[in-house]
Nanobody, 122 residues
Framework: QLPLVESGGGLVKPGGSLRLSCAAS????????VAWFRQAPGKEREEVAC????????NYADSVKGRFTISRDYDKNKVYLQMNNQKPEDAAVYYC???????????????WGQGTQVTVSS
């Protein structure tokens, strides 16, 4: 299985918004939970949001609750992360990964993609 492909990162001012996309190639994502992670320089990778396979349940890290929204498009085989009211501490490389099952539990499955850089600066 090829790693998922992230896109949509860039430079945004504090308070601004970005939407990240996560695409799968060669296999359907709809059977799996998918999560977004981020890693800032000198810090460990952390999970910020997860959505179960049905899309009916989502989880968020406390640091992004109320500002980030994870969603999925089954027709396009993609998962999105809408990031609003961004803060400087949101700056990181963002990665997505499918989970090992249809639920947001356990470890991410497979290798990491290249990620997409998000920079938050005025």
């Amino acid at each position: 299985q090829l790693p998922l492909v992230e896109s949509g990162g860039g430079l945004v001012k504090p308070g601004g918004s970005l939407r990240l996309s996560c695409a799968a190639s060669g296999f359907p994502l709809d059977a799996y939970a998918v999560a977004w992670f981020r890693q800032a320089p000198g810090k460990e990778r952390e999970e910020v949001a997860c959505i179960i396979s049905s899309g009916f349940r989502t989880n968020y890290a406390d640091s992004v609750k109320g500002r980030f929204t994870i969603s999925r498009d089954y027709d396009k085989n993609k998962v999105y992360l809408q990031m609003n009211n961004q803060k400087p501490e949101d700056a990181a490389v963002y990665y997505c990964s499918r989970m090992g099952s249809s639920y947001c539990m356990g470890d991410p499955f497979g290798s990491w993609g290249q990620g997409t850089q998000v920079t938050v600066s005025s």
